[in-house]
């Protein structure tokens, strides 16, 4: 079975511009969350889309965006890009709730962003 | 607000040494996940905590929840250099599976 699969790897974009990465969930898996991991802040939950409809989100302001697709893949756009949002942003999908065992988050490789 | 703290945060050990990092929660919840993280890699599952008193191992990796403390602990039996990499607990507020707090991570530095 395959995994969650994030792309790009890698991102560098330079200040003001606009970042687009991706996430295709495990196959049957319906949740995507996203989360930004910076350099000695931890992960901090970004979003949460379920059903193709944002169920919750993080403290972040509203230029962090994105959208899930009828095939439940994500989008997670970061607009007017700031030096701050150089970080590791991690998805993760999760079955139906009471379904997938315990519940849990199944993590996809990252992609590393990075604003100069 | 759920809280999630970790510690000690960077750990530094020899090989053959036993060692506990402790998560504590600051509210009610019914699981707890340890995650494993290698350098520039995502987030592996460990071990995932359903119930108080439960207790799970895989290898020399030993967790377990106390629901009531809010306490979960990660157990390290006779440390070998492969388990070098940042441990990380997360709990889901109760009943809710909007999203979940981590802790800060425990880097974990296993000397030869």
């Known amino acids: 079975e395959a995994g969650v699969t994030q792309s790009p790897t890698h991102l560098i974009k330079t200040r003001g511009q606009q970042a687009t990465l991706r996430c295709s969930p495990i196959s049957g898996h319906t949740s995507v969350y996203w989360y930004q991991q910076a350099l000695g802040l931890g992960l901090q939950f970004l979003l949460w889309y379920d059903e193709g409809e944002e169920r919750n989100r993080g403290n972040f302001p509203p230029r962090f965006s994105g959208r899930q697709f009828p095939n439940y893949s994500s989008e997670l756009n970061v607009n007017a890009l700031e030096l701050e949002d150089s970080a590791l942003y991690l998805c993760?999908?999760?079955?139906?709730?009471?379904?997938?065992?315990?519940?849990?988050?199944?993590f996809g490789p990252g992609t590393r962003l990075t604003v100069l | 607000e759920l809280k999630v703290e970790q510690n000690p945060l960077f750990l530094s050990m020899q090989e053959g040494k036993n060692y506990t990092i402790y998560c504590n929660y600051s509210?009610?919840?019914?699981?707890l996940y340890w995650y494993r993280q290698d350098p520039g890699k995502s987030l592996e599952s460990l071990f995932v905590?359903?119930?108080?008193?439960a207790v799970k191992q895989e290898g020399r990796l030993m967790a377990s929840l106390d629901t009531k403390a809010r306490l979960s602990t990660l157990h390290i039996t006779a440390a070998v250099h492969d388990l070098s990499a940042t441990y990380f607990c997360a709990v889901p507020p109760m009943n809710r599976d909007d999203k979940i707090i981590f802790g800060k991570g425990t880097r974990l530095h296993i000397l030869p």
């Open positions: 509210t009610t919840s019914d699981r």
């Open positions: 905590l359903l119930s108080n008193g």
């Open positions: 993760a999908s999760r079955g139906l709730w009471g379904t997938s065992s315990y519940n849990e988050q199944f």
